[in-house]
Nanobody, 115 residues
Framework: QVQLVESGGGLVQAGGSLRLSCVAS????????MCWYRQAPGKQRELVAI???????NYARGVKGRFTISRDNAKNMVYLQMNSLKPEETAVYYC?????????WGQGTQVTVSS
C-alpha cells in the first residue's frame, strides 16, 4: 500500500502561480511513475503531467510550457509548479502514484483561479 498526501492548493488570480506538493509513503519500489491529474466540476478527471522515477516527463498539451513537474526520489515527493494559471484550470488536483499494476490516489487539493 502507498499513501499520498497533497498540499499547496489555494486561491490565485488569473496569471498567478501555485506550487503543489505530494508526498508518498508506504511500500515504494524504484520502478514507478508519479502524476498529477485534475478534475473540474462536471468534467472527467484528466492527466496533467507525469514523471517517471528516472525523470522523464510528459505534459498535457494545454499546460506545456506553463507547468513543470519534478520529483525528489529521496523524499518520495512530486511537485507541480503551475504558472500563468487560467480560470478554466480551477479544479481539484490529484496526485497519482503508479507502480507495477497498481494506482494510488491522494485526497486531492483544490485550486481556484479567479478572473
Amino acid at each position: 500500500q502507498v499513501q499520498l498526501v497533497e498540499s499547496g492548493g489555494g486561491l490565485v488570480q488569473a496569471g498567478g502561480s501555485l506550487r503543489l506538493s505530494c508526498v508518498a509513503s508506504g511500500s515504494i519500489f524504484t520502478i514507478n511513475a508519479m502524476c498529477w491529474y485534475r478534475q473540474a466540476p462536471g468534467k472527467q478527471r484528466e492527466l496533467v503531467a507525469i514523471i517517471t522515477y528516472g525523470g522523464t516527463t510528459n505534459y498535457a498539451r494545454g499546460v506545456k510550457g506553463r507547468f513543470t513537474i519534478s520529483r525528489d526520489n529521496a523524499k518520495n515527493m512530486v511537485y507541480l509548479q503551475m504558472n500563468s494559471l487560467k480560470p478554466e484550470e480551477t479544479a481539484v488536483y490529484y496526485c497519482n502514484f503508479h507502480q507495477r499494476t497498481e494506482d494510488y490516489w491522494g485526497q486531492g487539493t483544490q485550486v481556484t483561479v479567479s478572473s
